[in-house]
């Protein structure tokens, strides 16, 4: 049951920007004559808003094209339920039916707390939809589709969130991962940059960059944020290798997930915008950061990197427990190479990501694709048998951009999503 067609609906715009024209009509009339947006079964706000809600917006921005634009609005429309919560902010593992638009979370997925990363990426998206649901040749349309007028309360859900965590109190001026979505308050005190609060942190510096820097309020928390960050969770190995711990109540866990990689390119990103000895800081700390991860996957037989890695023990930057060895296809470590590539145009980074292309050729690839594998410590590894959609998404466009001319998406023009699905700063619309 749910939604179907992840990987089409996430591949289109790569498919787009690499100019696979056959492979997009085909995925395009996909869209157009099978994407049934009222199935019975149940789908992730956050994944469906990622995935689908960025894809199909990214496609629409890139090509022009009606059709990505109303699907978008359409599926935007059936996220709200989500929101109805006593502070207006989703559940953890927030669900909905597309089919009845009902929405719900099973529990088990934080204990019915709301989660950082999760309500936290929700910005970007809800932006473009509610702009795009007020554009006047749209709102033409909505009279005779009443409920997608709807689509404009997006912006107010969303500047609720903002509102709800400014008046909380921050531990050491951090976040922690889950909040209570009926007080408003901190459940418990786990914060990281990886898996939990990742894209919450990239979502206030993208929104400030999206808002043409207008948005000084995203800007100020990105800046805060970070400044609590470096104080208390940045740390230098014996080694020499710059990692981010995670923090459980004032404790640190001196490791960092494949998912935390991604803060190399994200402080990159803050830095070329900053100021003064900030912005030179800030870069070698992305640069520092990036270089860790790459250890990880060069210190790996595979030339990838585990799903997790840690600095314990007289072990750097490898995994030490058998259950985070694996690697999923996940984008994080070339989405920084890319962005330091096009910050720097220090030729390690087209380096490094040459490596990563010949490792997933070599380890990766199957007759019907690519397939995350469960080892990367043995070169005979075990394939999970999954393509993972973010892998074309993702992975495969920041490797491409990584090795195109700066103006294909420029950073200038554009932001990505969290799922790399580009949307245009001040909506300037190229195509359309
Ligand atoms: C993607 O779906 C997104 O990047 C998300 O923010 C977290 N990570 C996965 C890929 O690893």
Request: glycine share 8%.
């Amino acid at each position: 049951g749910g939604l179907r067609g992840a990987t089409v609906i996430d591949a289109l715009d790569t498919l787009y920007i690499m100019e696979l024209e056959e492979e997009f009509q085909e995925a395009k009339q996909w869209v157009e004559k099978s994407f049934d947006l009222n199935v019975n079964g149940e789908a992730s706000l956050f994944e469906v808003n990622i995935r689908y809600i960025g894809g199909l917006l990214a496609t629409y921005y890139l090509t022009g094209e009606e059709v990505f634009k109303s699907k978008a609005l359409e599926l935007g429309e059936k996220l709200l339920p989500a929101f109805n919560t006593p502070t207006g902010i989703p559940r953890g593992g927030s669900l909905f039916s597309p089919c009845s638009g009902m929405s719900w979370s099973w529990g088990w997925a934080s204990a019915g707390s709301s989660i950082l990363a999760e309500f936290g990426t929700l910005h970007l998206e809800f932006l473009h939809l509610s702009q795009l649901s007020g554009n006047p040749v749209f709102a033409e349309k909505a009279k005779h589709n009443p409920s997608l007028v709807c689509v404009v309360c997006a912006l107010s859900q969303v500047m609720n969130i903002r509102r709800v965590l400014s008046r909380v109190e921050k531990p050491q001026g951090l976040y922690p991962n889950f909040l209570s979505p009926v007080t408003g308050s901190w459940v418990q005190h786990h914060v990281s940059i990886g898996g939990l609060g990742d894209s919450f942190y990239e979502y206030l510096i993208k929104s400030w960059l999206m808002s043409d820097k207008r948005d000084s309020e995203a800007k100020k928390m990105y800046d805060d944020a970070l400044e609590a960050i470096e104080k208390h969770l940045v740390k230098k190995s014996a080694g020499g290798l710059t990692y981010i711990a995670e923090w459980r109540g004032g404790i640190l866990d001196h490791k960092m997930g494949h998912l935390a990689c991604f803060s190399g390119g994200m402080i990159a990103l803050g830095a070329e915008h900053g100021t003064g000895d900030r912005r030179q800081r800030h870069m070698e700390l992305a640069a520092e950061i990036t270089s860790t991860c790459h250890e990880s996957y060069t210190r790996s037989d595979t030339r990838l990197g585990p799903e997790a890695f840690r600095f314990e023990a007289g072990s750097e930057a490898m995994a030490t427990r058998l259950s985070e060895r694996y690697y999923i296809l996940r984008p994080e470590v070339v989405e920084s190479y890319m962005y330091l590539w096009r910050l720097t145009h220090e030729p390690k980074y087209r380096l490094w990501g040459w490596e990563v292309v010949q490792a997933l050729e070599k380890y990766c690839r199957v007759e019907a694709g690519f397939s995350g594998i469960r080892d990367v410590y043995t070169t005979t590894p075990s394939h999970d048998n999954m393509q993972q959609s973010f892998f074309l998404a993702e992975t495969l466009k920041y490797l491409y951009l990584l090795f195109c001319e700066d103006d294909v998406l420029s950073l200038e023009d554009w932001v990505f999503n969290t799922e790399a699905h580009p949307l245009p700063i001040n909506h300037t619309d190229f195509k359309a």
